[in-house]
């Protein structure tokens, strides 16, 4: 079993263009990891740059160079996902994509929480709850369209899995639900937050 507790791990790929918030993403993390992963696709713009000043600047980031087979449609997310939880060395994997943002102190809540979980096998991962914001930073969507909330720490060595388009987790051949316990820490989501053109560039690139 390895020594460390937590890994942090995330995927990227034309950060820029998109208009991703990259070091806020991984920075709210950093906290409560022992280390992170970022695995970051070729792209079209600075992003490989980007990634390399955040691995200078934050020592517990590594880098893992990837290439997106955008055949696959929205499931090179999981993909993409699956590639950088298998490079996690810790007990759990605490996932944050490139456009959310963990409350302040909320990795430092998941950490103490899986400490409290990690002898407990029943406890598979933890949920967070969402806040998204929409069309701006001064409109937040609670209809029934936004999931209110999402696996974002699971136990590796279990055989969990991304799935779909990476919103979530699923758990062995089955893909049954992770046996979850929800954390109280809230996740901010900015993907529909972004300009238009950010917005426009996306559905370009999809």
Not at 46 to 70: G, Y
Not at 152 to 181: K, M, N, P, Y
Request: glycine share 8%.
């Amino acid at each position: 079993m390895p020594d460390a507790l937590v890994a942090g791990c995330s995927i990227i790929r034309n950060a820029t263009i998109l208009d991703f918030p990259l070091e806020a993403s991984v920075r709210s993390v950093l906290p409560g990891v022992d280390d992170f992963v970022l695995a970051v696709g070729a792209s079209e713009d600075d992003t490989r740059e980007r990634a390399e000043r955040l691995a200078h600047d934050e020592p517990k980031v590594r880098l893992l160079d990837t290439v997106w087979d955008t055949t696959q449609g929205a499931t090179v997310l999981s993909t993409q996902t699956n590639l950088a939880l298998a490079a996690c060395q810790a007990r759990w994997a605490l996932y944050i994509q490139a456009d959310e943002v963990l409350a302040d102190g909320g990795a430092l809540e998941l950490r103490r929480q899986l400490q409290q979980a990690d002898a407990d096998a029943r406890v598979e991962g933890l949920v967070v709850d969402y806040r998204h914001f929409y069309g701006g930073f001064d409109m937040i969507g609670v209809s029934r369209q936004w999931y209110r909330r999402e696996v974002r720490a699971i136990r590796l060595g279990i055989g969990g899995h991304s799935h779909g388009d990476a919103q979530g987790f699923r758990v062995g051949t089955e893909d049954r639900r992770v046996r979850c316990r929800r954390s109280g820490v809230t996740m901010f989501h900015y993907g529909w937050a972004r300009p238009t053109w950010a917005l426009q560039a996306k559905r370009r690139l999809d």
